[in-house]
């Protein structure tokens, strides 16, 4: 299991991490938005100073086998050997991609993520799945890696827009949905639109606690680390949706799934309707509306049948019979996902 660290020194944080793994050659891993924004914090750090620098593209679209390669080539033309220790500067991208670079090149290296973005922090860095997109599909071919450790310093996202704020909280929303309602009614009174930093870094804390307990006890999703899954049948979906029109950002189409599927969760498993009311209120107010119509359902529902959770052809929800209280492994069919997405467009 990995080591999170939620830093308050990153100079320290970092200097730990890498001092504790005894390495040939250090790498550093960063986008090109990265290097410029987030590089300067550690350029400083003495480890980190020395390291060969890798640079690729930025955004999601560069998470594909020639971008996995170029790196792949880099780590072998600079000098990388399999004693070589990596460091992942950036969002899920770079975390992802370089995690699966690190867990392949000459059949695996170490590594340690430093992610810089609110959704890598608190899911993407956190628990191990690694990465890229191919043939047309999101997270197509990858490998369970974890990172050596992940060191998690908050002060990143003061350069975050925000709507990468934004983005990343629907994951925190889905791991309050998954935890306890005192937890859950603390992050739908958050003001995103007025980010009070010192808050939302403790809870920042307590959604990635809530991430590692589940991975932890599941760390190759057999089981109860479906329940992070909550969102992401949907939300997937729409995201695919999105691609070929105008692309969104996960979270935002994790925030919408997150309706349909308490939608789908208060008509199967008794999710309490005021519950699925305020999450509702909070998703509209934050995140707008993908301007899906009924002619996009069959394309939708194509979508949810190639989600790569399903198993013996049956769509895979994970859903709530309250919150805190999972129910995996939950199906529904054709009829009952249109008029999940007829719930999702009228409400
Ligand atoms: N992003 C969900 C998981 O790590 O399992």
């Given at each position: 299991m990995n080591k999170?660290?939620?830093?308050?020194?990153?100079?320290?944080?970092?200097?730990?991490?890498?001092?504790?793994?005894?390495?040939?050659?250090?790498?550093?891993?960063?986008?090109?938005?990265?290097?410029?924004?987030?590089?300067?914090?550690?350029?400083?750090?003495?480890?980190?100073?020395?390291?060969?620098?890798?640079?690729?593209?930025?955004?999601?679209?560069?998470?594909?086998?020639?971008?996995?390669?170029?790196?792949?080539?880099?780590?072998?033309?600079?000098?990388?050997?399999?004693?070589?220790?990596?460091?992942?500067?950036?969002?899920?991208?770079?975390?992802?991609?370089?995690?699966?670079?690190?867990?392949?090149?000459?059949?695996?290296?170490?590594?340690?993520?430093i992610p810089t973005t609110l959704l890598s922090m608190v899911d993407a860095s956190v628990g191990g799945k690694t990465g890229i997109n191919f043939n047309g599909l999101k997270n197509e071919v990858g490998v369970f890696n974890s990172p050596q450790d992940v060191i998690i310093d908050t002060e990143f996202l003061k350069t975050l827009n925000h709507e990468n704020i934004c983005s990343g909280y629907a994951e925190m929303l889905k791991h309050g949905l998954i935890s306890d309602e005192k937890n859950y009614l603390e992050l739908l009174s958050f003001d995103l639109d007025n980010v009070d930093y010192a808050a939302l870094a403790t809870m920042v804390g307590k959604s990635v606690e809530i991430k590692e307990k589940v991975v932890e006890e599941d760390p190759f999703e057999k089981g109860i680390r479906k329940a992070l899954n909550l969102g992401h049948t949907a939300g997937h979906a729409f995201e695919s949706w999105a691609l070929s029109r105008k692309p969104c950002l996960h979270g935002y189409a994790v925030a919408w799934g997150l309706i349909c599927e308490l939608y789908l969760s208060h008509v199967?498993?008794?999710?309490?309707?005021?519950?699925?009311?305020?999450?509702?209120?909070?998703?509209?107010?934050?995140?707008?509306?993908?301007?899906?119509?009924?002619?996009?359902?069959?394309?939708?529902?194509?979508?949810?049948?190639?989600?790569?959770?399903?198993?013996?052809?049956?769509?895979?929800?994970?859903?709530?019979?309250?919150?805190?209280?999972?129910?995996?492994?939950?199906?529904?069919?054709?009829?009952?996902?249109?008029?999940?997405?007829?719930?999702?467009?009228?409400?």
């Open positions: 999170v660290t939620i830093s308050s020194n990153i100079s320290e944080c970092v200097t730990k991490a890498v001092e504790s793994v005894s390495y040939d050659k250090l790498f550093l891993l960063m986008d090109k938005t990265t290097e410029e924004l987030c590089y300067p914090v550690v350029a400083d750090v003495p480890c980190l100073s020395g390291a060969t620098r890798i640079v690729i593209g930025a955004t999601d679209t560069h998470k594909n086998l020639d971008t996995l390669a170029r790196v792949w080539e880099e780590l072998g033309n600079k000098g990388g050997t399999r004693h070589s220790l990596m460091v992942n500067l950036g969002g899920g991208m770079v975390t992802d991609l370089g995690g699966f670079a690190a867990g392949t090149f000459k059949r695996g290296i170490k590594y340690v993520n199967k498993t008794s999710f309490p309707i005021d519950k699925m009311r305020q999450t509702v209120t909070f998703v509209k107010e934050n995140y707008g509306k993908l301007p899906v119509t009924c002619d996009d359902y069959e394309e939708l529902y194509k979508y949810m049948t190639h989600d790569k959770k399903n198993t013996s052809g049956m769509i895979n929800f994970t859903l709530l019979g309250g919150v805190g209280d999972i129910r995996i492994n939950q199906t529904a069919d054709k009829k009952e996902i249109f008029e999940m997405l007829d719930f999702y467009r009228e409400c």
